[in-house]
Each structure stands twice: as C-alpha cells, then as structure tokens.
C-alpha cells in the first residue's frame, strides 16, 4: 500500500486551502503515512493514530508549524526538542518549525520520536495528570455543581486541562449575568465529556 492510497481526502481538502505553513504540512504528512499511521482529519487538523490513539496532530500557527504528540511528555528527548506548548499543558509536547528545510534534515529524527510514541501507546502508558488545585469556580458555576450531582461527576472525569479552560472561560466576564449565561450554555457539553473548544 503507497502514500497516496492512505491519504485521507479531508486532509487532502484541508492542505489544498491552507495559506501558511502548506509546504512544512505536505512534508510532515508524507513522514507520518510512512511510519504507518493513519490519517484522519480532527478537530479541524490533520491528526495521526494508530489502533484508534491518537499519536501526533499537525498545527499551524502564525509564528511556526507544529507536530503536537499527544503524549509528548512520555517520550525521551534526547535531542532536546519537545516544546511544552503552555504551562498547563501536561500531556502534549510540540516540536516546532518554521522552515520545511528543518523538516528535511529531522526527518529520521522525527522517524523515531513516533517510532517510540507508537511504542508509548502499544505499552498503554498513560500520563499521570496532576490535580489542579489552584482552580478557582465561579459562584455562578460552584451553585450549579451543587444543583447537580451529574454535572459535577461530568466536569471532574475531564482532564485538567479540559476543566481549567471552562474555569477560566466562565470566570472572565465581570457581569455575573454573563457568567451565568456562560455557564448554562456549556452545561450540556460538560456533561457529554467535551472539552470548551470540541466541535
């Protein structure tokens, strides 16, 4: 089976409309199909599993082009690459480019970061997400956790991160009018186990 017969079409329509970073996602996409992965179209970018896991998604943003292994922070890194995107971030670890000459020359680098992600996922490791203790609820969000027993067992099965963005989302405004609207409109994804920003 070649590339092309594993390339997914979404992809495909995804990379033909991007503006930035086109080159650097074609070439990362070939690397990926070649360590057997398979390619899907999540969350609006090009994703890689294996067995259904998730091992790496491709992103773009305005400064640099990313490779975001889920769980980049199980992986050694003798080279020094991995990027933990934000200070929340526990899982996912990123490696970063802004020239497809950089992917070229990482290429049997990058090879064997997956090869050892995929390794990660075949083990059934898991990362061991620290509790944040230092979320503080919204009044208008901890009555509605105390309204409902459903509601609060939903938003504790999310993962820290998951729970620190609905936290911050719903602690922003300073009407408390607008945090309650906030609130009730993201109750039902809460208790679906999504994630704010999950389409």
């Known amino acids: 089976m070649t590339n092309r017969d594993k390339m997914n079409s979404k992809v495909d329509v995804y990379l033909s409309k991007v503006k930035k970073w086109q080159e650097e996602m074609e070439k990362l996409r070939v690397i990926m199909l070649d ?3 398979t390619e899907e ?18 992103q773009g943003f305005k400064e640099h082009c990313t490779l975001m292994f889920f769980k980049g922070a199980l992986l050694n890194d003798p080279n020094g690459i ?3 995107p934000g200070e929340d971030m526990q899982a996912g670890r990123q490696i970063r480019f802004t020239h497809v000459r950089e992917i070229v020359e990482m290429e049997t680098i990058l090879k064997a970061y997956i090869v050892e992600a995929i390794e990660v996922e075949k083990a059934g490791l898991k990362v061991d997400f ?7 609820f919204p009044e208008e969000f901890q009555d509605k956790l105390d ?9 504790d099965a999310l993962t820290p991160g998951r729970q620190r963005a609905y936290v911050m989302y719903f602690s922003a405004p300073k009407q408390s009018k607008t945090r309650e609207s906030r609130v009730e409109k993201c109750m039902q994804k809460i208790l679906n186990g999504e994630g704010l920003n999950d389409r």
């Open 35 to 37: 360590c057997q992965l």
């Open 41 to 58: 179209l999540k969350w609006g970018k090009p994703c890689y599993t294996f067995q259904n896991s998730n091992i790496v998604i491709i």
């Open 82 to 84: 991995l990027i933990k």
């Open 130 to 136: 620290k509790k944040s203790t230092e979320l503080i």
């Open 147 to 155: 309204e409902s027993p459903a509601l609060k067992t939903a938003f």
